[in-house]
C-alpha cells in the first residue's frame, strides 16, 4: 500500500493552503460550499446549511487520517480570508483532483497559481503512477487552468458524469493527465 502523505500546510506567492479543519465551517458555508454558481461542476450537491458543511468536514479530517483525501482551504497570504479549496483522492498510487473558488475570486490567477503548486508537489511523489481529473467540457475557465498547469487532454468521454448541480444529468466530460 502506498502512502502519500501530503504536508498540512502548502504556501505559494500569494496564498496558503492548509488542512481542513472544524473551525472552517462557517467560513466554507458561507464563501463558497453554498453557492450554486460555484459549486455547478463539483461532484456533491450545493449545501443547504451549515450542517451539510460540518458533514463534510467529519468526513474530510477522517478521510485524511486514513490517507484517502486531502481537503485542503486556499487562503489568501496577505488576509488570511478564505477563497477556496482543493482536494486530492489517493487510490494506492493514483490520485485525482479537484478544486473550486467563490465567485468573487475568479479570473484572478488563483486557480491556475494553486494547481501548478500542487502538481509540482505531487509530480515529486515518485510512488504515484497516476495525477489525472476530469472536467465538464462546458467548464472552460477550468480548461485552460489544468492546460497552464502542465496537464494534457488524455480524452473525452460523451455522458460521462452526472453534476448533481446541473440537474444530474450525464455530462460529456474531458479526462486531463498530468504527464
Known amino acids: 500500500m502506498i502512502i502519500l502523505n ?6 505559494t506567492s500569494r496564498l496558503v493552503l492548509q ?6 465551517a462557517e467560513e466554507i458555508f458561507h ?4 453557492k450554486v454558481e460555484a459549486t455547478i461542476f463539483v461532484a456533491w450537491p450545493t449545501h443547504q446549511s451549515i450542517v451539510d458543511t460540518r458533514s463534510f468536514l467529519n468526513y ?12 485542503y482551504s486556499i487562503r489568501l497570504k496577505d488576509s488570511n480570508r478564505l477563497i477556496g479549496s482543493f ?19 475568479w479570473n484572478k ?29 462546458e467548464n472552460v475557465a477550468s480548461i485552460r487552468v489544468l492546460e497552464k ?19 444530474n444529468d450525464p455530462k460529456d466530460c474531458i479526462f486531463f493527465k498530468l504527464p
Open 109 to 137: 490567477g488563483y486557480a491556475t497559481e494553486t494547481c501548478q503548486k500542487m502538481m509540482s508537489i505531487l509530480k515529486a511523489k515518485t510512488s504515484l503512477h497516476r495525477i489525472w481529473t476530469l472536467v465538464d467540457v
Open 60 to 71: 474530510a479530517i477522517a478521510a485524511w487520517d486514513g490517507d484517502t483525501d486531502f481537503s
Open 31 to 34: 464563501i463558497y460550499a453554498s
Open 87 to 105: 482536494g486530492v483522492l489517493h487510490d494506492d498510487g493514483k490520485v485525482q483532483f479537484g478544486y473550486f473558488f467563490a465567485p468573487a475570486e
Open 19 to 24: 488542512r481542513l479543519k472544524y473551525e472552517d
Open 149 to 167: 498547469s502542465g496537464l494534457v487532454e488524455e480524452a473525452r468521454v460523451a455522458k460521462w458524469f452526472r453534476f448533481i448541480n446541473q440537474g
Open 6 to 11: 501530503l504536508p498540512e500546510r502548502i504556501e
